[in-house]
């Protein structure tokens, strides 16, 4: 028998001074069995910092066709194609040919030396944004994760506050390369 995903309510109070954008985000993530809480805290963060009407978190872990989040022009099309961790090139390769934009957001011990092996060529893919999330940083974040939460999420000068009322922390995204 196959195991569910465990389901979590965040209710998000978005303040994004850098683009603008204030709203209250009601969003239901599903953790994949396999999903550790740092890669839900990255999803999380990724959305927080493209909101748009229409984005989506899709089934993730569980389908290799499908990015982490997407946007969908309104016929159709794959405006955003949104990917969390250390995906393989030939995968976001595919993703570049198939969406007008594509954002990446690589965490872990291990991504500094995956971007010293793979940066290069990805570097190369048209249409590719790529982000890295801080290790210490992203456990911070992923430790005011519950089940049922309130969030305060504030982006500004490209750093994250991320607050849930009792505690916080900050996370600073760095930019490892950009679409010309």
């Not at 209710?11 to 809480?37: F, G």
Request: charged share 25%; hydrophobic share 40%; aromatic share 8%.
């Amino acid at each position: 028998m196959a195991l569910k995903p465990t389901i979590y309510k965040a209710q998000v109070e978005l303040a994004d001074s850098d683009n603008n954008r204030y709203e209250t985000l009601a969003l239901t993530l599903a953790r994949h069995p396999s999903e550790t809480l740092e890669r839900m805290a990255a999803r999380l963060l990724a959305y927080c910092l493209n909101v748009a009407r229409g984005l989506e978190f899709t089934r993730g872990l569980s389908t290799a066709d499908e990015p982490d989040i997407w946007l969908h022009s309104d016929s159709g099309e794959i405006e955003h194609w949104i990917e969390i961790g250390q995906p393989e090139q030939v995968r976001l390769r595919k993703a570049c040919g198939r969406a007008r934009r594509v954002s990446l957001y690589t965490f872990g011990k291990s991504s500094d030396t995956w971007w010293k092996l793979n940066g290069e060529a990805i570097s190369a893919l048209p249409h590719l944004y790529a982000w890295q999330f801080s290790w210490p940083e992203i456990v911070a974040v992923a430790a005011l994760l519950e089940r049922t939460m309130q969030l305060s999420v504030s982006i500004v000068g490209g750093m994250i506050y991320v607050d849930n009322g009792k505690d916080s922390a900050s996370i600073e995204p760095r930019l490892l390369c950009a679409a010309e």
